[in-house]
């Protein structure tokens, strides 16, 4: 069956420091992937997806990179944190086709001070 | 641009009750509509996924309903128990394999 790994489950960082936050899908082959970012009071905002290695598209302007390295890995990273980039960042995939379900990770509160 | 609204934003009834939850969507080219639950600080757990070529799922006390042409789902929960306290979320997936979410209606269920 597929499972989907996301980690760490929290993180306080400071102003300016980096970040990378992982996740890996097991149990499947070429997924699509995404990341959400959830802030406070408002609603679910897609910031990366990616449809095969090195494929990467973004869709809002923002403090943050992805990247693909391999299949089944998704990775958000941030050179120098900003305190707007506090939220709680989820992972999720999807087999590609129209027709199949979309799978989320646990989730990253992230807090930057 | 797809757009999806839920209405209501947040609700709160007493255990037992019947409820019905809306979702409503700008662009009805979809391949499919998926609802969510999502408790405080977890991830989003799947509950529902309607094809576009089918007009309701049911699971369990849960049942959605699509109706593409005017660009509307509900999902409708029997017999309401505390336990299905959570934020329930629709999300829209279109031609461009984006799926495109409702900000979610915030449901309490009290004893």
Do not use: M
């Amino acid at each position: 069956s597929q499972t989907i790994h996301q980690w760490p489950a929290t993180l306080v960082q400071p102003v300016g420091s980096p970040l990378s936050l992982e996740c890996t899908v097991e149990g499947t082959s070429n997924p699509n992937l995404y990341w959400y970012r959830q802030a406070a009071g408002r609603g679910l905002q897609l910031l990366f997806y990616s449809v095969g290695i090195g494929q990467i598209s973004s869709e809002v302007p923002q403090n943050l990179s992805a990247s693909r390295p391999q299949d089944r890995q998704f990775i958000l990273s941030s050179k120098k944190l900003l305190l707007s980039d506090s939220g709680f960042y989820l992972c999720a995939w999807r087999t590609p086709g129209g027709n199949e379900k979309l799978f989320f990770g646990s989730g990253t509160q992230l807090s930057v001070l | 641009k797809q757009e999806v609204t839920q209405i209501p934003a947040a609700l709160s009834v007493p255990e037992g009750e019947n409820l019905v939850l809306n979702c409503s969507f700008t662009d009805s080219a979809i391949y499919n509509l998926q609802w969510f639950r999502q408790d405080p600080g977890k991830g989003l757990t799947s509950l529902l996924l309607i094809q576009s070529s089918q007009r309701e799922q049911t699971s369990g006390r849960l049942n959605a309903s699509l109706d593409k042409s005017s660009g509307r789902s509900t999902l409708y929960i029997a017999a309401s128990q505390p336990g299905d306290s959570a934020t329930y979320l629709c999300a829209v997936l279109g031609g461009s394999y984006i799926p495109t979410f409702g900000r979610g209606t915030s449901l309490i269920v009290h004893p």
